[in-house]
Every structure is written in C-alpha cells, then in structure tokens.
C-alpha cells in the first residue's frame, strides 16, 4: 500500500478511488501493529524493561525507532491536525519492515550458528542410541543410556562401541580416527580397551563397560568443546565495556540529531528529523558487535575439535595465540614412550639373527622394559625365539643364562669387564650410542663379545617437524625432562631444541616453567606434557597442553588437550589460535568501522551537499546487513586447513591391541 503508490503504475490513483489516503493509512497501521506485536514482540519486551532499568541493549535501539516510526504515524493517521500540514508523513511501512529486516538478518545468524556448532552435533551423532547387552544369560537390545559400569555389552561387525570398555572376548580390528586422527583401524582382542563412538570392524566383540554415560571419552571430548564455545575471551570483554557506553551514546547521538533537524532542518522539519533520528538508532544497533567474537569462538574451536585439538578453557584460544615459547616434555611427548631395539652391530663372523634370538631368550626371561624392547624387535624381525636356562638376573649389570648349550650375556659394559670379556672392536659404536642418548648393550656368547645393541625411545615422527614449524612461526621451544642431561641433549641435538633442562623432579620442571617465562620477556609460555609429573609444569604454564595419549591427571590439568598425542598438534593449534583470533579482530574493525563511518550518514551529514537523507527501512538494512557479514566471516573458520597434516603414533599399545603391520615401522 505504501510503495506500492510510488512503485506500481496507476495504484495510488487505485487507492485514492477505493479506500481513500485515511482508509490507507488505517489498514498500514493496522498491519504494522500485527508485525510489531506478533514477530517484533521479541524487541518490546525485552528492549522496553531493559530501557527502563537505565542499561538500553540492542534490543531497546530497535524497540525504540521502530516505536517511533509507528506512534508518529498513527497520531499522523488518527489526529492529523495535532501535526503541521508540511510534516503528516506516514512511515508505516518503516517499522513494519525495520522489524522483518531485523528479524531475518537474525534468523540467518541463528542459521550460522547452527552450521557454527555443527562439530558439536557430529560428535553426538557418534553416539549409538540403543545396544545389546547381556542380562541374566539372554542378551537383549536397550537404550545405550540404560548401560551400567560392568555389563557385558555385544559390539556386532561394522557397529559403532557404545560406551568406553574392555574386551573380554571376540577379535576385531576398530577404527578409532574419531579419537586418534589415525586411520589405520587398530586390532582388538581379549584385555584391550575400547573407546565408545568408534566404529567396529569385520569381527564380533564382546567388552564390559567400564566407563558410561557422561563419564565416557566421547562425553568428556564434547563437555571440552561445548564448554570452550561458551566461554568469553578476555578481548570479549572489552567489547562488552564498549557496548556498556556505545547504546547510550546512541540514543544521546539521536536526541541531538532529532533537536538539530528540528531546529535548523528543512520543512517538513518534523519529518526530516524522525526519519533522522531513527535511522540512527537503527543503523548503530550494535548486534554485529555482540557477534563479533562469541560466533568466531564457536567455529574456531569446532573446527578445532574436528583436527583433535580440544580447549578445555576459552580464554586458551586467545592466550595460545600469544604465546612466544614452547616447552616440551621429552618422554611419550616427543618421543614414543616406549623403548625400541634401534641398532645393532655384529662382530666378524657373528651371524645378526642367530646373535638377536640369543639375546631375546635371555630377555625373556626379564619384566624390565630394556629386555622388553630386545624381545619386541627379535619378534618384529620374525625370529624364533629360543627357550634359555639357567637364567640369572644381575642386578645393575644385566643377565645371564644357557641358549641351546651355549653361555650367554647380555649387559652393559661393566658386565663384560667383570667376566674379563674384551669389547674393544664393539666399544666405539657404544661410546657413539650413549653420546646420542642410546642405552648400549652387549651380547657375549662362551666367553667372546659377538655384537652391540642399542635400545632407545624412539623420537615421534613429527617430532622434528613441529619443533621446526614452530621455528619458523617465531615460537621459541625449550626441553624440560626427568631424564638423564645426555640423552636430553642428544634428544634436543637432534630436533633442534637450544634450551634443555634436564634431571629434575616435578617441583624442578615448574621452576624452569617459570624461569623460562621470564626469559620470554613479558610473552607467554605454554608447556606440553602427557604425565602425571607433567601436571604442576602444566598449571603452572600459562597455557597448559596434554596430550590425549597421557595420564587422566595431566589431560584434567591442562587448558587444551591434543587428542591424537601427535607433537604437530601443538602447531595447529597455535594456527587455529591465530586464526580465530585474526578472524575476531577483522569482525570487530568491520562492526565498529561500519558504526562510525553510517552513523554521521543515518544523521544526515550528507543532506545538505548532496540531498542524501538514509531511510530507517535502509538504515534497519543495513544493520542486518552487518550482522550477517559477521557471521560469514567467522564461518570462514569452518574452511581452515591444518598447518601441518597429523601423522598419528601410538605411544605404549594396550593389551592385545597391535597395529596393523602395514603402519608397523623398523628402526634400524
């Protein structure tokens, strides 16, 4: 009925011969009472009593310039001689429309929301709703919420784990990619854990459960994720100071505008200074601030979940972004956390195997983890594994015993020097070993030295790469370790770490957390770790880091968790860090530089050189306008790739758990 006139060839003269300009302005104001208390409700309640308390929010802007528009218009329309002639201008339309703008730039940003919190709801959807679980011998399908700590519940092929559990019987292997990032499913059989949300292979498992409901790792996974999206950053509590002032500074800005045009502005002056004033209120509701940082937190930290980087804490994602060193912890950080068989040397004539599956046998006979890693590599390289006799442990030099009729020795050098046993061809590749951290070994068989071996815990994969990335992205890094300072240095040697601190106790780690914090020069430290002695170093740091391969104790102390336990974690979140916080950054110069440059426009700064006086229906526009540009900005996020793609590796395998052989790898 309103543009229609300006818009539609031959309506206005319609309208004049039908209802006539008062029938018109009649039914416009009674729609636009529909739009206003029906959808735009939503603005008087909670605008109006927040107006009233003296603490005007983006809800009272609107309420505000829409109730203006419509109470101007309706006395225009019931009382038009309580108006000047030159000022009876109806702006209906204005409010109806202000509203619906309004409403629809919300509705596409509670739609980006949703898309924002979508990592959140594929996590869910790894959840079953219904297992079957064995009661009183018959096994039955219930609600998986129904399961209890210890029931057996029956895991068939190609189903997802309910609830985090051991295998008590059956063999499969498990795609576990949703927790670890690997993709290499892991082989399962009787002894293993299970995590629920991962999806079974080709076989049939049965598990007990031992951790349900809100205590599963899943759980715990999408506590972390909604919690971190809730939370405010401290650079969201500027904007919140700033908005505290910015609303009345707005409506001060629309009284003096309404005063000026009503004074000094051109008939209709009623008029020009009610589109003015409303335009102002409506084009600085700052709803694109509210949005700025909250909708950039919540896909920043969804997108991290999706790359295995879990904030425990919201204030994590903007201090990781500030961070200027990273200290590691050495052992199942760095390194696999497991001793491996890394090299052996074999003397003239000596056959490796025969030597090799010598050793295993003595070995064999021994829990401590050396002895271990010697028997795991004999296995690894298909050896046949003798029995030994006669076995005897010595205590701080190795052990001894009989392998197919023959005396053999596996220890260290000390050993070999009490049985009067020279090692001199072997002992410049041990001397070469210990230098690079390596724990030396050797092999004598009826009385003759035969070969070296040397047992070390493997560095990660990644390990180089992430220390180097993070070089490159001007992150200093630092190694603070329990171990013994030569293995540390060899360690730091061959990454590339130029700080090592090395043979302290827990107490000793948070003091070098500290004196390294200072060293940083006013910038801020972040320590990762996966023990349960890395815990004080991780609260101490400012942020704390564990790796979701370690203890349940540093994983609570820490401010953000790496689920895959991969070191390149610690590169990609400092990326998403950096990211989100650019992203927030570009949100905020966007809202507020939008604000400052409309506002002197909506105010009629331009009318009088070039006759430009901005609509409230444009203004309301433009503001939504605002909030969704916002919105897809942050949503951008949902797009980032990794820095560096994670190449996962298990630390210690559980019981009955073995990879796959094709992701097996032989250090030599």
Known sequence: ????????????????????????????????ALVLMWPGRVFLAKGIPALMRGAPDMNALVALGAGAAFLYSSVVALVPGAVPAAARGIYFEAAAVIVTLILLGRWLEARAKGRAGAAISRLLALRPTTARVERNGH?????????????????????????????????????????????VPVQKSAGATVVGGTV?????????????GADTTLAQIIRMVEDAQASKLPIQALVDRVTEWFVPAVMAVA???????????????????????????????????????????????????????????????????EVDRVV?????????????????????????????????????????????AILTGARERGLDVPEATSFEALTGLGAVGTVGGRRVLVGADRLMRREGIATDE??????????????????????RAVAFLAVADPLKSTARTAI????????????????????AQAVADELGISEVVAEVLPAGKVEAVERLRDETRGGRLAFVGDGINDAPALAAADVGIALGTGTDVAIET?????????????????????????????????????NILLIPVAAGALYPAFGILLSPMLAAGAMAFSSVSVVTNALRLRRLRPRIAPVTEAPAPAAGARRMPARKEVHA
């Not at 080709?202 to 031992?210: F, H, K, P, S």
């Not at 600085?284 to 979940?305: D, F, K, N, Q, Y």
Request: glycine share 10%; net charge negative.
């Open 328 to 372: 590691f912890d050495k052992t199942g950080t760095l390194t696999l956390g497991r001793p491996e068989l890394v090299e052996i040397v074999t003397m003239p004539g000596a056959d490796e195997a025969e030597v090799l599956a010598a050793a295993a046998a003595i070995e064999a006979q021994s829990e401590h983890p050396i002895a271990r």
């Open 255 to 321: 009284l003096v505008t309404f005063a000026l045009w009503l004074a000094i502005g051109p008939e209709p002056r009623l008029s020009h200074a009610l589109v003015a004033a409303v335009s102002v209120l409506l084009i600085a509701c700052p709803c694109a601030m509210g949005l700025a940082t909250p909708t950039s937190i919540m896909v920043g930290t969804g997108r991290a979940a999706e790359l295995g980087i879990l904030f425990r804490k919201g204030d994590a994602l903007q201090a990781l972004g």
């Open 426 to 447: 072997l002992a410049e590749a041990a001397s070469a070993a210990s230098a690079r951290g390596r724990t030396p070994l050797f092999v004598a068989i009826d009385g």
């Open 468 to 487: 180097e990335a993070l070089r490159d992205m001007g992150i200093a890094t630092a190694l603070v370790t329990g171990d013994n300072r030569v293995t």
């Open 558 to 594: 820490a401010d953000v968790v790496l689920v895959s336990g991969d070191p390149v974690g610690v590169v990609n979140a400092v990326h998403v860090s950096w990211a989100t916080m650019r992203n927030i950054r570009q949100n905020l110069a966007w809202a507020f530089g939008y």
């Open 1 to 32: 009925l309103s543009m229609g006139a300006h818009l539609v060839p031959g309506m206005a003269a319609l309208i004049d011969r039908t209802i006539g300009a008062t029938g018109s302005a009649l039914v416009q104001m009674a729609l636009t």
């Open 200 to 212: 079974n292979g080709n076989g049939a498992l049965v598990i007990r459960a031992t951790r349900v």
């Open 139 to 183: 096994v039955l399908e219930v609600p998986a919420e129904d399961i209890r700590v210890g029931d057996l519940v029956h895991v068939l092929p190609g189903g997802r784990v309910p609830v985090d559990g051991t295998v008590v019987s059956g063999t499969s292997f498990v795609d576990e990619s949703m927790i670890t990032g690997e993709p």
